[in-house]
Every structure is written in structure tokens, then in C-alpha cells.
């Protein structure tokens, strides 16, 4: 069975930062490109970003380019998102998603919350 | 602000099939697939279609998908109780070299 957990979410004061994982579970980790994506309370999916699976290529939404880093450890099964200089726009359920075909995301874990206040 | 145009809101009463409509532009929808996921309160989004008409499987029959040019569509047929969700549309973007997701329509069983 396909597992995504999430973890490393929490509150953070602005302009702080936070690491965020997902432990990927039943696939082949290292065959599938991945994807965060995040939700503000109340709100849409907004895409954040998206990694290779051999860590090859990388995109990042505008709104967190230069601020976030993507990264996996295919040895470990795992996946990170970064997060820098962090303001209160970035406060959201943070998702990791696994790449399927045309660019889809085909499993999403259950999203770890990231507050952002003082 | 979304890069794809959905209605807010669709309703319909249970049996009726109920139409939500995604707009975007050459870049994203024009040329490449369409995908549409359906998210309840509280929990993570789930893949309902994929390249603007595949299913993954698992997901009825009644659930289908259309595009033509720039626009999309996902219609529910048989409409159900257990459909009442949030639908997002997303497609990749070209220009912008990432994943554009639509603003979500909320559809209601009347």
C-alpha cells in the first residue's frame, strides 16, 4: 500500500524557518518524481514544488522561489521541503504528493500544518 | 491568484449530472493534460482524473472528463450524495515552468 506521512510542521515565528519530511512507503521511493503542494485554512491548492526523481530537475512556485528548497533521499525513502525567511502567507497544510503520468499527482499524504505567527 | 477558472459552486439534485468548467490558456491546459482532484473536509486531495478523461482506478464510471482547446470539463453523471466535495482542476504551465491548479468548485447534493 502507498504511504505518504508528512511530519515536521509546527508554529514558527516570521522570518523563521522549518524542515518538513515525508516518509514515503509501499512504491519504489527512487522511481517517481514528488511534489509538495499546500493549502492555506480556508483555501485552494496552491502548487509549491516539484523534484525528479533522480533529484535532476527542480521547480519552484514564484511565490517561494529563493526562500524554499526541495530535496529527496532516495536511500531513505524520503522527502524535504526546506523552508526559509518564512512569512505569514506561507501558513498552510503542506502536502507531499507523489508525481503519476501527464504530470499528475496520483497519492497524496494527509499534510502536516505549518503556522506562521508571533 | 488561480491560473484556471472554475465556478465557485455547482449543485444539483441526487440522479442529475452537474458540469464543472475549467478555463486556462496555451500554456497550461492548451498544451498539457488536464487533471482533476476531489478533496472532502479535512482530508487530502484524491486524483479523479487524469490527462483531461483517464481514470484512475477505483474511480466510478459516472465521473468523466472533456477538453477542447484552452477549457476542461468534469462532469458527474448519476450525481450522488457521496460526491458532494471540492473539485480542483491543475494543469502544468509552460511559461511558468510549474503545476497551476484552479480555484475550486464546490459542488453541493441538493
Known amino acids: 500500500e502507498v504511504q505518504l506521512v508528512e511530519s515536521g510542521g509546527g508554529l514558527v515565528q516570521p522570518g523563521g524557518s522549518l524542515r518538513l519530511s515525508c516518509a514515503a512507503s509501499?512504491?519504489?521511493?527512487?522511481?517517481?518524481?514528488m511534489n509538495w503542494v499546500r493549502q492555506a485554512p480556508g483555501k485552494g491548492l496552491e502548487w509549491v514544488s516539484y523534484?525528479?526523481?533522480?533529484?535532476?530537475?527542480?521547480y519552484y512556485a514564484d511565490s517561494v522561489k529563493g526562500r524554499f528548497t526541495i530535496s529527496r533521499d532516495n536511500a531513505k525513502n524520503s522527502l524535504y521541503l526546506q523552508m526559509n525567511s518564512l512569512r505569514d502567507e506561507d501558513a498552510a497544510i503542506y502536502y507531499c504528493?507523489?508525481?503519476?503520468?501527464?504530470?499528475?499527482?496520483?497519492?497524496w499524504g494527509q499534510g502536516t500544518l505549518v503556522t506562521v505567527s508571533s | 491568484q488561480s491560473m484556471l477558472t472554475q465556478p465557485p459552486s455547482a449543485s444539483g439534485t441526487p440522479g442529475q449530472r452537474v458540469t464543472i468548467s475549467c478555463s486556462g490558456s496555451?500554456?497550461?491546459?492548451?498544451?498539457?493534460?488536464v487533471h482533476w482532484y476531489q478533496q472532502f473536509p479535512g482530508t487530502a486531495p484524491k486524483l479523479l482524473m487524469y490527462?483531461?478523461?483517464q481514470r484512475p482506478s477505483g474511480v466510478p464510471a459516472r465521473f468523466s472528463g472533456s477538453k477542447s482547446g484552452t477549457s476542461a470539463s468534469l462532469a458527474i453523471s448519476g450525481l450522488q450524495s457521496e460526491d458532494e466535495a471540492d473539485y480542483y482542476c491543475?494543469?502544468?504551465?509552460?511559461?511558468?515552468?510549474?503545476?497551476?491548479f484552479g480555484g475550486g468548485t464546490k459542488v453541493t447534493v441538493l
Open positions: 504528493a507523489r508525481g503519476y503520468y501527464y504530470d499528475s499527482c496520483d497519492f
Open positions: 509501499g512504491f519504489t521511493f527512487s522511481d517517481y518524481s
Open positions: 523534484i525528479t526523481s533522480s533529484s535532476g530537475t527542480i
Open positions: 496555451n500554456s497550461n491546459i492548451g498544451s498539457n493534460g
Open positions: 490527462n483531461y478523461n
Open positions: 491543475a494543469a502544468w504551465d509552460d511559461s511558468l515552468n510549474g503545476r497551476v
